[in-house]
């Protein structure tokens, strides 16, 4: 089960971010496609590979809420509904999305639904598995990117390899109804997905360094990432997914994450700053005064950052120097 939305009608609509301006060289009759994502972190994918000739505009762009909690005003259905192209999560992590992709004629580029497809898989190296309860299990010695659709970590956008797949499906869906900047929407996917294999090498020197160490989450938001890194997460089950699900997690799930931080099996705790409440804030008190070394995580890119790789680098550096001070 996820997250219920909430009703919060109104108050994101007028923070819309538009992140790439028109252009009068489209090839389009009726202006530039216009490409609507669902949170500011789909909607820089699609802005970097739109460049200059297309329109994008992210629906929620709040840096501190949470974005499983948002519901569309009016306004924004009308955006949507006057898109050319959707980008979005999927996975009921922005349902919205998926109802109006459903019955629009608008291109979807649905990034869950890319989870299982292989092809930027291998190409940085290293391994990519299941991770955590939500996954299902299976042989992965081969080191593809190989998940069983179904009940899985819904925080995709920590999934490196489909946030590639994301940007290819864009530069196809922009170059259809552009034809005339195609050669320009794909040579933009290839630059972005060249950043993205920077950002899985990170990751392959963390696997390198620190394979099979223990960390712990709040809640369930790297999941992906922290695989391909070769880390294990060690947070019960019943705590990450209570969370994900706002509820307060069990007392003996609250005690066994205590346990672990107070006793320091996890060298690392990586907190969601988008997913907080007086449990998690808890946990993060006993991580700091246990000396375990914290990294924050984000759902949405921070305020003053519109591109995803440099969101993403900087935050794989700081777990890379959280398990650096954390490894004695």
């Not at 955590?132 to 179904?150: F, R, T, V």
Request: with cysteine.
């Amino acid at each position: 089960m996820k997250k219920s939305l909430l009703a919060t009608a109104g108050v994101l609509s007028a923070a819309a971010l538009v992140l790439s301006a028109c252009s009068s060289d489209s090839g389009g009759t009726d202006g530039p496609p216009t490409v609507v994502a669902s949170t500011n972190v789909w909607g820089s994918v699609a802005a970097a590979v739109a460049g200059d000739n297309a329109e994008v505009t992210a629906l929620y762009t709040n840096a501190d809420g949470d974005p499983h909690e948002f519901e569309p005003s009016a306004a924004d259905t009308a955006t949507i509904a006057d898109a050319d192209i959707l980008v979005f999560n999927g996975g009921h992590y922005d349902s919205y999305m998926e109802e109006a992709a459903a019955n629009s004629d608008a291109t979807a580029v649905d990034a869950y639904a890319l989870l299982g497809s292989d092809e930027h898989a291998d190409e940085a190296g290293g391994e990519h598995t299941d991770d955590g309860d939500e996954h299902a299990s299976g042989d992965h010695s081969d080191g593809a990117h190989d998940h069983a659709h179904g009940d899985q970590n819904e925080h995709v956008f920590y999934d490196l390899p489909v946030v590639a797949q994301v940007a290819d499906k864009v530069a196809d869906a922009l170059a259809e109804k552009d034809p005339g900047n195609a050669e320009s929407y794909r040579a933009n996917a290839e630059t972005f997905t060249t950043g993205i294999d920077g950002l899985r090498a990170k990751l392959s020197t963390i696997r390198e360094q620190h394979a099979d160490t223990e960390v712990a989450q709040t809640e369930p938001l790297a999941g992906y990432m922290l695989t391909e890194a070769g880390l294990v997460d060690i947070a019960p089950a019943g705590f990450t997914q209570a969370v994900e699900e706002g509820q307060s997690p069990a007392a003996a799930d609250r005690a066994a994450l205590q346990d672990i931080l107070a006793d320091r099996r996890a060298k690392v705790l990586i907190y969601n700053t988008q997913a907080v409440d007086p449990v998690t804030q808890a946990m993060l008190d006993v991580a700091r005064s246990a000396g375990v070394p914290v990294v924050e995580f984000t759902e949405t890119l921070p305020d003053g950052v519109t591109d995803y790789v440099v969101w993403q680098g900087a935050q794989i550096d700081a777990l890379t120097a959280a398990l650096g001070s954390g490894s004695n």
